[in-house]
T-cell receptor, first 113, second 115 residues
Framework: DQQVKQNSPSLSVQEGRISILNCDYT??????FLWYKKYPAEGPTFLIS?????DKNEDGRFTVFLNKSAKHLSLHIVPSQPGDSAVYFC????????????FGGGTRVLVKP | DTGVSQDPRHKITKRGQNVTFRCDPI?????LYWYRQTLGQGPEFLTY????????KSRLLSDRFSAERPKGSFSTLEIQRTEQGDSAMYLC?????????????FGPGTRLLVL
């Protein structure tokens, strides 16, 4: 049972344009959401997070939007840069599930120069 | 470097052998987590510690897996009688654990290949 899903396995975008990554979840008990970026042969690197009491959080080129009624979150990267090429994971934490994170399957982003 | 470190970075072993991995968390972090990631998937939770206490274990963690954090600092993950299905990236993460929301910071992982 996949509680967190990233339905787009890959995304290709031109440098300077916007990258939009999507994530859907099914568990209404999730209260905190995070995005991680992963390069090959490295561990995931934290990018940005959002609490369920907010609907938007922004940090530089990265903005995360949360739509609780739709159980959907998205990550916007503007402008996209070649160094953003990586695999992006969304993750969720549940109030009653301790502190473990449940991850989506990832979206591979390729930013073309 | 004050990030999470893991050792070894790569391990190749034969089926049936035991392996042990080490994780050193960020020094002021009292929570430590182990995850496993297979090709094309996101990380899956295995277990977590608050200081030296192991507070939660996933059903993914069979009896062949054991984790310890004896002094509340570094942790070890041991896999006994390895199977080919154990081949994966084993990731360690740590967090401060002082607030209602917290960010887990990951190490570089240990890639295990069981032949």
């Amino acid at each position: 049972d996949q509680q967190v899903k990233q339905n787009s396995p890959s995304l290709s975008v031109q440098e300077g344009r916007i990258s939009i990554l999507n994530c859907d979840y099914t568990n209404s008990m999730f209260d905190y959401f995070l995005w991680y970026k992963k390069y090959p042969a490295e561990g995931p690197t934290f990018l940005i997070s959002i609490s369920s009491i907010k609907d938007k959080n922004e940090d530089g080129r990265f903005t995360v939007f949360l739509n609780k009624s739709a159980k959907h979150l998205s990550l916007h990267i503007v402008p996209s840069q070649p160094g953003d090429s990586a695999v992006y994971f969304c993750a969720a934490r549940g109030k009653a599930a301790g502190n473990k994170l449940t991850f989506g399957g990832g979206t591979r982003v390729l930013v073309k120069p | 470097d004050t990030g999470v470190s893991q050792d070894p970075r790569h391990k190749i072993t034969k089926r049936g052998q035991n392996v042990t991995f080490r994780c050193d968390p960020i020094s002021e972090h009292n929570r430590l987590y182990w995850y496993r990631q297979t090709l094309g998937q996101g990380p899956e939770f295995l277990t977590y510690f608050q200081n030296e206490a192991q507070l939660e274990k996933s059903r993914l963690l069979s009896d062949r897996f054991s984790a310890e954090r004896p002094k509340g600092s570094f942790s070890t993950l041991e896999i006994q009688r390895t199977e080919q299905g154990d081949s994966a990236m084993y990731l360690c993460a740590s967090s401060e654990g002082s607030g209602a929301v917290e960010t887990q910071y990951f190490g570089p992982g240990t890639r295990l290949l069981v032949l």
